[in-house]
């Protein structure tokens, strides 16, 4: 289970070869920053994050060779 304390998911996106799901990772105290969690072993890899910046709304393009998310360097 992925449930920890003062953490929150946002934004899931299944990659088109529906192993692996991009999200939004939520902690008290620090920006969000961009995992991937494995669908079979529900392993949590950081794939992105920045401390000059809010990473949201994470996807994948259409060919699961990248992800594409919006990044505010202005208002982190």
Do not use: K
Request: net charge negative; charged share 30%; hydrophobic share 45%.
């Amino acid at each position: 289970m992925l449930a920890q304390d003062d953490v929150q998911f946002n934004a899931p996106r299944w990659s088109p070869d529906g192993q692996l799901v991009v999200v939004e990772r939520r902690r008290t105290g620090a920006l969000p920053d961009i995992v991937l969690v494995d669908a079979t072993t529900r392993a949590v890899r950081r794939e992105w994050s920045d401390e000059a910046a809010r990473l949201v709304t994470p996807t994948w393009r259409p060919d699961g060779q990248a992800i594409v998310v919006a990044a505010d360097f202005d208002g982190a």
